[in-house]
C-alpha cells in the first residue's frame, strides 16, 4: 500500500506539470513573431536604402526617400528621375536606351509601381504623382519600323513621348504604347492596350482600349 501511495503521488504531481504547461502554451508564440516580423520589416528598410545609395552612386537622380525592392536598372542611369517619397516594388524595371538626356524617365512622388512592370523609354515617358499603377504592366515610347525586305531588329526606332498624369490608376497588365497621353484621375482596366490618348477623369479597357460606361 505504501508503495501504491508513493506512485499515485508521483502521478499527481507529473499530472499538475503537464496541466500547467499545457495551459501557459498558447501565450509564449505572440512575442517571438512579433520581433520576427520587426526584424524582417528592418531588413527590408535597410536593403532600400542600401540600393537608394548604390542607384545614386551610379547617377540615377533621387530627389529625396524612394523604397525599392529588388529592381532594375541596367544602364543610362543619368538618364532616370524618380522624386521621393515613391515606392518600387519587386521586378520592377527601369529601361532607357538611345541618346542619354536628363528626365528621359521621370516618376514623380507618392507613385507606386507594382511588381513586374517594365518602363523602357527611349525619348521621354513621365509618370505623374500619387499614381498607382499594378503589377505586369509594360510602358513604353517606342517601337520599330517593319519594312519588307529587311531584319526587324536592324529597323530604326519609331519613338512617341508617353504622359502619365496625376492620380492615375493603371490596372494589372495594362500595356501603354508610344504617344499617349493619360490625363489626371484616369483609370485603365486591367489587361487593356492603351493606343490613344486618355482624357482627364476617364475610364478605359480593352484591345485596344475605349471608354467604359
Request: proline share 5%; aromatic share 6%; hydrophobic share 40%.
Amino acid at each position: 500500500m505504501e508503495t501504491l501511495s508513493r506512485y499515485f503521488a508521483m502521478a499527481l504531481s507529473v499530472a499538475e506539470v503537464e496541466i500547467s504547461c499545457r495551459v501557459s502554451a498558447p501565450r509564449m508564440p505572440a512575442s517571438p513573431m512579433n520581433l520576427l516580423h520587426l526584424l524582417v520589416r528592418m531588413n527590408h528598410g535597410l536593403r532600400s536604402r542600401i540600393r537608394n545609395m548604390w542607384f545614386r552612386a551610379l547617377g540615377v537622380r533621387l530627389r529625396g526617400y524612394v523604397w525599392m525592392r529588388r529592381i532594375s536598372i541596367p544602364r543610362q542611369w543619368s538618364d532616370i528621375t524618380i522624386e521621393g517619397p515613391a515606392s518600387l516594388d519587386d521586378g520592377v524595371v527601369l529601361l532607357c536606351s538611345g541618346e542619354t538626356h536628363e528626365r528621359k524617365l521621370v516618376i514623380c512622388r507618392g507613385t507606386y509601381i507594382n511588381r513586374f512592370t517594365m518602363i523602357d523609354a527611349s525619348e521621354q515617358i513621365e509618370v505623374g504623382e500619387n499614381c498607382m499603377i499594378g503589377p505586369f504592366c509594360y510602358i513604353t515610347d517606342h517601337d520599330h519600323r517593319h519594312e519588307k525586305g529587311r531584319p526587324i531588329g536592324e529597323q530604326p526606332l519609331l519613338s512617341a513621348p508617353v504622359q502619365i498624369g496625376n492620380n492615375v490608376w493603371v490596372g494589372a497588365g495594362v500595356i501603354i504604347l508610344k504617344g499617349v497621353s493619360i490625363g489626371d484621375g484616369a483609370v485603365i482596366a486591367a489587361g487593356a492596350v492603351v493606343t490613344k490618348d486618355v482624357d482627364v477623369g476617364m475610364k478605359v479597357g480593352g484591345v485596344p482600349a475605349r471608354g467604359l460606361r
